[in-house]
């Protein structure tokens, strides 16, 4: 929830003990057979995961430091954390002076390799819990050190867990199953399908590390990463086999184990055979241990150094995203629906939010902070709700150019008449995920604030409205966004869209739109993005629109070579403010665009609107959806 | 010339005899210690030149095949030969039945890999001239075959050369010296800043082996390949000595000897030592066994095989590019004064081209193969004409639709009132270098391809007068040349731009335009690339529309953290057809740019046609810029 985390105190963290007793363990020898002279410290989980439980933050544990992105080292004569601009300020004010703050994107900024090899004595060895370290990454730090003659070494025993009295239990709450009704898919049918890829690519064996993957496989969601629908597990799929690592007190509910066909199973090759969390290590050893000469295992490279390095490099066959990943991203039938619906439940509350908003602002009692509580209270009020699907950012007037603020007390503003909000916010229903911007003014705009919304605006509507070759990169998109902005010399620092996940994960790969060519699938139809423009005046204010689009079929006049084409159909129905646009700047084809899409948002949210009998908010979409001309 | 290779027959070489002898080469222990079981022959010559000499031409030796692109391998039982769909039909006609085409780009062709693990015995070796492929093709090979059992063997002495009994002589044709007055700046000045960046990244060596790099470093041209004003050369510049390899019997003038200061160097450290060109593998060597531990060596990870494994792993430092090639794309003012001369001058041609052939073409007499000897007749009239750029695609009709097109007397078409035609040229000129598209009608155009036309003028407008902040990469513009195109359902399947040397090469790095990715650098003022959005529809007609544009800054309303802007200014000034376009479908915008391109088309070719008094071609100029409203 968004003002859950808010009480946080900024004062930093006091670390000399911490550290003391840290270092003492990196020369304890029951952890390895040397001393260690370096211990490095990620951000993550044994599951690479972008959200972590509250027993993973052994980052913030060891430093104070709580943002979302850090990674802490520690030598005998030196601690330091790399951490992004988004985090220089937090950062320096959580941190004591035990610490130092490694401002990542600066010139003099050394990176964490070369800043090893500066303060290490030769021949150091620098020690790393290889569950949390991605494989590609242990890779490239592991090259770095051998390359100035030092080495990098796997310590088994966590050395935070180690000095680390009160950690909190690793979660395991209840199961929910997903029937067909939301799935659109057996989980049957998508073991089915992951065997004939595998079939496909002469693959014996794929392990399934990331936490999205094995819920969406399984057709099962928990509740132990805050916003986060996921469950801890391992999962490995044979040819003949599945199995499945997971608390198995979870197991116990019978609803579950029919389910999953626990005892019962269909086919014997769609026998689920479980086993505790911690064994996946074990029986991946045991598995490679049977492996044939031609045997390969399908592991994504972005998997645990720890499980990684237990497949024999013969039979490792590493993948930038795994196939469930790709399934995943396009959506049945089903799923499409599923979010259609979740995103007509959450512009109602929207729409609430800013019929309300209209109305309390003039008496000076909104903040940044009540106004997120509001949205969530409104959400919550819908059917399926479940929770928020990331923290609201709830922005007034400079806030809002920080573009990953979270209101806290100490920073909490009024909304007044006179500056710029924006929030950008969502939630988690059992039919689908919803995560949508919008940008307002409550009183009259500046002409400047007007017309960098509807640079933007034009940068929204020039990704949506894109018709493009089936096949396409998101990348190629991205300039789409920025061209009306760039026309003008602005820009905005941050990707167009990501990849949103159907009751899962707001942030899923393997396709998005940014400038960043990284693991950027072909977009194809049924996968689900966000379309996200934005910019940001330091000091003064920020303007993002944001809408979840689903990429469906074109039919432009012509079909060269057969390819077909791709467009856009927004599922966010919530109006765009008329009063922030200068219209004058839009073109006949932008402003069709905006006509057609209140059009849409009035018809669709209207109705559902009236049939909850929500009058304000139903008043509010008819005012806010008028035509322009 | 574009018409001088025309007579080459279209029937397939006979090489069974030449492959009986490749054979019995590759089993003769002269060569290696143990015989070789299949044999690697790449197009590329020892610089990884785009264009090559006769002399280097081995893979067409062996298979006949004479497109650009293409790799032979020579088992003991089967000849392979792997090239794109350019060149399918042709390598088809070329090839006798000893040998299979290996079709790139169809699924079902396997890559040299795969084909190589699929047909060899087992724990075989397969040879290739360690010259002639480039590092990270031989990495990536030899990583292929060792996973199979296999292994990659460096032959040195060349198998094609020593079946190949009237192989040419390598060309050493004279050099031309650049003066200030053409390059802006002294090769001791290149050196100083070439050492000034080894300085800043503690190098203390760096190898070159491109040959345009080469010529560009000592302002010196050849003409040792066709198109390419090039000499074959190696340098090793480190910090107090430069070495140049070279055949020592070019350097007899004295003028020459002058230039690069033999004997006389104004400072020891700008001395050039010159050595026989072989002798850069033995130098290099002397050079590698003295190095100090912490010396580290550039080298492009695209240079040949056999120069960069001479350097020790450990004083290695591979770069996707080198510091000479990011220098020579960044133009200084004197090189963008020529560029711009030579551009009026190839624009002189071009108009008295298209006015010669409004004359002509109803007589019924130019055909693809006189039109381009006539573009290069008018070409060859203007001052410091050196030759052409690249083999004239001159084509009609569906010839247009073959984007690699060049006319041989078998396809060689009239030019008629009644199909489109399409004319891409460009030629050396002492003070710059030219690569131009035009598409026209000489009588009246379909709807349908005035409409393509005019998608592909809106794309080719949207690139030139983009406007985007300082260090965009050039990936991040191509889809604004495909945005109407896509729009429609259309595309072309190639790049949008390449950048262009001044008196170099026509196509040279390391930036573009282009959805492809790969060795991208941002773009920076100064900077020269193509704008070549086409469209091409099989069997019918093909439409490219070719501009040179020099990158500099732009100065819109806002400058957006000092980042600054850029955007693009035409060197090519050749009117677009008018009678091609569909204005109706152009924005006001659009027609502007059109209008505006005209006016200085008019002004500045107008003036040169006056001056050179050629009275048809300026009456032609001034109908074909009147303004469209």
């Known amino acids: 929830m968004a003002s859950q985390k808010s009480d946080t105190a900024m004062s930093p963290k006091i670390t ?21 002279q370096a211990y490095i410290i990620p951000s993550g989980d044994a599951h690479q995961s972008e959200y972590i439980a509250p027993c993973d933050c052994r980052r913030e544990f060891i430093c104070g430091f709580n943002g979302s992105a850090g990674t802490a080292i520690v030598t005998e004569q030196h601690a330091a954390m790399w ?15 035990n610490w130092t703050l490694m401002k990542m994107g600066l010139k003099e900024t050394p990176s964490q390799e070369d800043w090893l090899i500066s303060v290490l004595p030769e021949n150091s060895k620098v020690g790393v819990d290889p569950w949390i370290i991605a494989a590609d990454q242990w890779k490239n730090m592991s090259k770095a050190l051998i390359s100035a003659g030092h080495s990098l070494v796997a310590v088994q025993d966590n050395l935070i867990d180690a000095v680390w009295t009160d950690r909190p239990e690793r979660p395991s709450t209840q199961l929910r199953t997903l029937g067909l009704e939301y799935t659109g898919m057996s989980w049957q049918d998508k073991i089915v399908t992951l065997r004939a890829k595998m079939t496909e690519r002469k693959i014996s064996w794929f392990v399934a590390t990331a936490l999205d993957e094995i819920a969406w496989l399984f057709n099962l969601r928990g509740a132990d990463i805050e916003y986060n629908p996921v469950f801890f597990a391992y999962t490995i799929v044979g040819m003949n086999t599945i199995r499945l690592f997971v608390d198995l007190k979870r197991l116990a509910d019978p609803a579950l184990r029919d389910h999953l066909q626990l005892g019962s199973p269909s086919k014997p090759e769609l026998s689920i055979q479980t086993f505790p969390y911690e064994s996946v290590y074990t029986e991946l050893q045991a598995i490679c241990a049977a492996l044939g000469p031609k045997d390969k295992v399908w592991i994504c490279d972005k998997a645990s ?9 013969a039979h490792r066959t590493p993948i930038p995203y795994t196939p469930l990943c790709l399934s995943k991203a396009v959506k049945n039938a089903t799923e499409i629906q599923g979010m259609k619906m979740a995103h007509i439940k959450d512009a109602v509350a929207l729409c609430e939010l800013f019929a309300w908003l209209e109305k309390e602002i003039p008496k000076g009692n909104v903040t940044e902070i009540s106004a997120a509580d509001k949205a969530e209270e409104l959400r919550s009020q819908q059917k399926d709700f479940v929770g928020l699907s990331f923290p609201t950012i709830s922005s007034v007037g400079p806030n809002g150019a920080i573009i990953h603020y979270r209101p806290l007390p100490e920073t909490n503003r009024t909304l007044t008449m006179n500056e710029v909000y924006l929030i950008d916010s969502g939630a988690q229903y059992v039919d689908g995920t919803t995560d949508v911007t919008r940008t307002m003014h409550f009183g009259t705009p500046s002409a400047f604030e007007k017309e960098c919304f509807t640079y933007v605006l034009k940068g ?27 026309e003008s010399g602005l820009d905005y620092l941050h990707g167009t869209g990501h990849g949103v996940g159907c009751f899962l994960n707001v942030h ?32 003064s204010f920020g303007i993002r629109l944001e809408n979840v689009v689903l990429v469906v079929p074109a039919k432009p ?13 927004p599922l966010t129905l919530v109006p765009i403010q008329i009063k922030m646009m200068n219209t004058e700047l839009l073109t006949q084809k932008e402003r069709d665009w905006v006509n057609e899409y209140h059009r849409k948002c009035r018809e669709v949210i209207g109705a559902e609107l009236e049939r909850q009998g929500r009058k304000e908010a139903l008043e ?3 005012r806010e959806t008028q035509p322009i001309v």
């Open 16 to 36: 000399g003990e911490l550290l003391r007793q840290l270092r003492q363990a990196m020369r304890n020898c029951k952890y390895f057979s040397e001393p260690i």
């Open 83 to 97: 951490t992004d601009g988004r985090y220089f300020l937090q950062a320096s004010q959580q941190m004591d002076n």
């Open 305 to 313: 150094c720890a499980l990684t390095q237990v497949i024999p490099k």
């Open 460 to 486: 929204h509507i020039a990704v949506s409205a894109a018709i493009f070759p089936n096949g396409t990169k998101g990348h190629l998109l991205d300039s789409f966004a920025r061209a009306a902005l760039w």
């Open 508 to 539: 899923e790969g393997p396709c998005g739109i940014s400038y960043k060519t990284f693991a950027d699938e072909p977009l194809e139809a049924g996968m689900i993005v966000s379309d996200e423009p934005g910019y940001y005046e330091d000091g």
């Open 557 to 569: 006049k012509y079909n060269y070579r057969n390819r077909g084409s791709l467009t856009f159909d």
């Open 620 to 622: 509010w979409l008819i």
